[in-house]
């Protein structure tokens, strides 16, 4: 496993954008972020792998979000654009070691503190 600090969550305006930082300790496999919304179980957003150019979005972020990867600092973003209030929600950052399905939770072994999402119509 790995340690994970994340940051860039806040609030904004439907319409508007952000950007969310995920750094990690060590070694990862594979990156990606995870959200969930109160009263939801937590869904996979997006995720890409370490070493090889592929990235995985969910249908509901497709086209909006884009996330990217920085090797030599070990850290991943996630660019949110066009936010609207369905995406209002705590962000996780996650890492996986070995392989594993893409956008569900048991792909992942190593995960961030959350960060909270709030977009306001």
């Known amino acids: 496993q790995v340690q994970l600090v994340e940051s860039g969550g806040g609030s904004v305006q439907a319409g508007g954008s952000l950007r969310l930082t995920c750094t990690a300790s060590?070694?990862?496999?594979?990156m990606g972020w995870f959200r969930q919304a109160p009263g939801k179980e937590r869904e996979g957003v997006a995720m890409?792998?370490?070493?090889?150019?592929?990235?995985v979005y969910a249908d509901a972020v497709k086209g909006r979000f884009t996330i990217s990867r920085d090797m030599d600092k070990n850290t991943v973003y996630l660019q949110m654009t066009r936010l609207t209030v369905d995406d209002t929600a705590s962000y996780y950052c996650?890492?996986?070691?070995?392989?594993?399905?893409?956008?569900?939770?048991?792909?992942?072994?190593?995960w961030g503190q959350g960060t909270q999402v709030t977009v306001s119509s």
């Open positions: 060590g070694f990862t496999y594979k």
């Open positions: 890409i792998y370490s070493y090889v150019d592929e990235k």
């Open positions: 996650a890492a996986s070691t070995y392989g594993g399905e893409d956008l569900l939770e048991s792909g992942y072994n190593s």
